[in-house]
Each structure stands twice: as C-alpha cells, then as structure tokens.
C-alpha cells in the first residue's frame, strides 16, 4: 500500500477522484469504490511498476495485479473510514500547505491545473481528497508504530551476521525521468528523449539540477530533487547502474534508457567497498530488524482493519 507523502502521490501517480462513478468494483461499509476508479488507478499502477496492460497477456496474471490494486483501494478507504471513526482532523492550513507544495513539485499553477482536469479533479475536489489521505496516512502511522528491537536481539543478530558485513561499493545520485510506455512507438520514444535533452541543456548552462528535477521529472523523487540517495550495485536497473557507477562525483550522464524511459543521473559522491566498523555494523542490523518488524505490522494492522469492516469485492466476481 502506497501511503508515503501523499501525493506527491498525485505527482501525479494516482490521479483518480474518489467520488462514485458507475458500477461498483467494491464496497466497504457501504460506500462504494468504482470500477472508473479502480480503472484510472489500475493503468497509473501498471504504469508505476513500468509496465503497459498490452504487456500483460496471461489473464491469471492480468487478474492477479488487477486485484492488488483493488486492495490498495479498498485500504485506502478503510483506513479513512478508520480516521473519522477517530475523529482525525487535519487542518486547512495543513491541507493548503500540502496542495501548494504538489502544485511547485508538478511545475507550477498551470501544470497543476491541467493535472488536475486530466485526474477528473476541481482544486476543491482536490483539496479534499487531499485531507482524506493525509487523515488516512495518520492513523496508519499511529496504529503502525514499533518499540524496535531490543538490544540483545541486536547483539544476536550482528553477531550470526558479522562475517557478511561489509559496506558495499555505493554511489549517492539524482536522477531525472522522463516515463515512456512499454511498446511506444519511435516517435514518442523520440519525444521523450528530446525532452529530457532540453533539461540536459538547461543544466549543463549553470540550472542546479535539483531545481530541473523537480519542475520537469515524472518520478516520484521529483519533490525531493531527484535525489535517490546512496545505492549499491544490484539495486537499480542494469542500463541505469551502468551508467550512475562510471560516472564519476559531479558528473551528469547522457540520457540513458531503462524500461521505465528516459533517464538523466546526477552523482554526487561515490564510496568503494570496505569493511563496517562494529558499531556501524549494529546500527545496520538495529535499522534492518526495525524495518522488517514494520512490515509485519503493517500487513497485521491491515488485517485487523479489513477483519472489522464489511468488505464486498464485485469486481473479482
């Protein structure tokens, strides 16, 4: 469930209106979700993982990623079902500062605006869908919430560990993308290289790359300049590895092709491999246990909530 800084999220990778529109795909206590929405969302779904619905052609399959988006949904409400139920309220100051700050992310007002007619939103409409999912992302993080480990399970675990510890040769990056549809033809492929050729430019004429990111790249790091922080080898894909370890600190690739589409990588500093200290070596294992406790709370959590509402999937029907 994607439940990270909101939208951002409608940077725009979840651009449906949650009003009913049509037939059900579900309900949950009631209130329904459409098949409209979970069709919007399920294409920008595809989309976020680089893939098309023309690629998909096993139906177990196409079935399979079809209803984990319909989950995604259908937690989405009930988690904000869950907030009123609480009475979470987030403020208007709080909403607008969260608007405003989507609105500079996607390049400004007029951007923005054509964004939001394309998602099926009025800024209203958007300001209040806005407020649902930062209620929503609110009591996920209050009923997620872990002590962490305690320190002899650390201890254990380093120590089963230790001789695999090594801190991995690693680079720091930015990276700007421009998204380009699997089985796109030339000429869009084209387009989106020219694109991200313009940004090229503007760089290389003294524009802080951070700055081009955020008003021009399509990945959701762009509010965050582009910046992917540091990253091992085997972690992104091949073609954009390749070309983020050649390069050395400072240097701006060439537009480089993955799947995904056009990419432009920013390296800001590069580490070599070398052996953790112990001390660095516990405080990996401490964030490790930490983030694997995370998730089992959050899918139990989850569990629990679907348990004490009334769910009804039309769709997988």
Not at 58 to 85: F, G, H, S, T
Not at 134 to 142: G, R, S
Not at 189 to 194: I, Q
């Amino acid at each position: 469930m994607k439940l990270k800084t909101l939208l951002i999220l409608i940077s725009m990778w979840v651009p449906v209106a949650f009003a009913s529109n049509g037939p059900a795909a579900a309900r949950v206590n009631g209130e329904e979700i459409s098949e409209f929405r979970l069709e919007r969302y399920f294409a920008e779904y595809l989309e976020d993982q680089g893939r098309a619905l023309g690629s998909i052609r096993n139906p177990k399959a196409y079935k399979q990623l079809r209803q984990k988006a319909l989950d995604a949904l259908i937690d989405r409400e009930v988690l904000w079902q869950e907030a009123l139920k609480r009475g979470v309220v987030i403020s208007d100051a709080t909403v607008q500062r969260q608007v405003e700050q989507t609105r500079q992310a996607i390049g400004g007002a007029e951007k923005f605006a054509r964004r939001l007619e394309d998602a099926g939103f009025d800024e209203a409409g958007f300001a209040e869908y806005t407020r649902r999912e930062l209620a929503a992302q609110q009591v996920f993080a209050e009923l997620t919430q872990v002590s962490g480990p305690d320190e002899k399970q650390v201890r254990a675990f380093y120590e089963e560990h230790r001789a695999e510890m090594t801190r991995p040769e690693e680079v720091q990056a930015r990276h700007i993308l421009i998204k380009v549809p699997q089985g796109a033809d030339t000429t869009t492929v084209e387009a989106a290289r020219l694109r991200l050729v313009e940004m090229q430019v503007k760089i290389s004429q003294g524009a802080d790359f951070a700055d081009v990111a955020r008003t021009g790249s399509e990945d959701a790091s762009a509010s965050q300049g582009g910046n992917l922080g540091y990253f091992p080898r085997g972690r992104m894909l091949p073609e954009f590895e390749a070309a983020a370890f050649t390069l050395a600190p400072g240097g701006v690739s060439e537009p480089v092709r993955t799947p995904l589409g056009w990419h432009l990588i920013s390296v800001q500093n590069h580490l070599e491999a070398a052996d953790v200290s112990e001390q660095q070596g516990l405080d990996w294992v401490r964030a490790y246990l930490v983030r694997q406790q995370q998730a089992r709370v959050r899918l139990e959590v989850l569990a629990q909530l679907r348990s004490r509402h009334r769910i009804e999937r039309i769709d997988d029907d």
